[in-house]
């Protein structure tokens, strides 16, 4: 019987930049292969779609009714 590891959440709608950046990078190098992380932002993070795209990660963004952008990022 295999266990699914919880799926880390990271709100950072209501941080300063850059610590949504800083806070997701962190986050991303605890992430084992098959893991995935959501990731909360009022707007939707262009620039960390590059990082993600050059280091392997996959993402699926979603719009949320309240304007929120909802990223799932799976390593």
């Given at each position: 019987?295999?266990?699914?590891?919880p799926l880390r959440v990271l709100d950072?709608?209501?941080l300063e930049p850059?610590?949504?950046f800083v806070q997701t990078m962190e986050?991303?190098?605890?992430?084992?292969l098959g893991e995935s992380m959501r990731l909360l932002l009022f707007r939707e993070p262009h620039p960390l779609?590059?990082?993600l795209r050059?280091?392997?990660h996959c993402w699926q963004t979603s719009l949320l009714p309240d304007g929120s952008f909802d990223i799932l990022i799976t390593r």
């Open positions: 019987m295999s266990t699914t590891p950072a709608r209501y850059p610590e949504p986050m991303l190098d605890q992430l084992a779609y590059q990082v050059r280091n392997g």
